[in-house]
């Protein structure tokens, strides 16, 4: 496997395109987010995707979006936060390349997002508790994909962008023996 791509990952509101902009711009890498992708291809926005086919059927297109990275060289993408959750779409991620989670708490995640209506799973009557369920439900699968972690909080993202970039060059991932013998086979 070479880390030739780079994949963010994390809750929607944690930086991925923001950061994911700046650090293919810093690499001179090409930045693709998988959302965009999807719409491109459908011509139409997430909300509609979800009200036509459901999550199920967004998942199902997000899988084959993430499948058309592998292989890749020199790009920076930027995954939609449940991207994590099938269990196949984890083993490609960590095929792409190195996975990198960026981390955010439930209420700066909450701050980020309560104002943007293209968010489909926050549109019912209580989004933060949404954003604290989906978070604590998907945070050992961003844990398990990931080569690091970056808290984002409120730090610029040049200097995200730096953490990263310093975090890929020293010691880039868990030993796979490290992780066989916390995980189940």
């Not at 955010?104 to 019912?124: C, F, H, I, V």
């Amino acid at each position: 496997m070479s880390n030739q791509c780079i994949v963010l990952v994390g809750m929607m509101g944690a930086g991925k395109s923001t950061v994911g902009k700046a650090l293919a711009k810093h690499l001179s890498w090409e930045f693709t987010d998988t959302d965009h992708l999807i719409e491109h291809q459908t011509g139409v926005s997430i909300p509609v995707i979800f009200e036509i086919e459901g999550e199920a059927g967004f998942r199902r297109r997000e899988s084959t979006a993430l499948a058309s990275f592998l292989g890749c060289d020199k790009q920076v993408i930027a995954t939609g936060g449940g991207i994590v959750l099938a269990p196949e779409n984890r083993e490609i991620l960590k095929q792409i390349g190195a996975v990198v989670y960026l981390s955010a708490s439930a209420s700066e995640l909450y701050q980020r997002t309560r104002l943007d209506k293209n968010r489909p799973l926050l549109q019912g009557p209580n989004p933060r508790r949404k954003i604290e369920e989906l978070l604590a439900a998907r945070l050992p699968l961003y844990k398990e994909c990931a080569d690091v972690v970056i808290e984002t909080g409120r730090q610029p993202v040049y200097q995200i962008v730096q953490k990263i970039s310093h975090a890929l060059k020293l010691g880039q991932k868990t030993p796979d023996n490290e992780q066989k013998a916390t995980g189940t086979e």
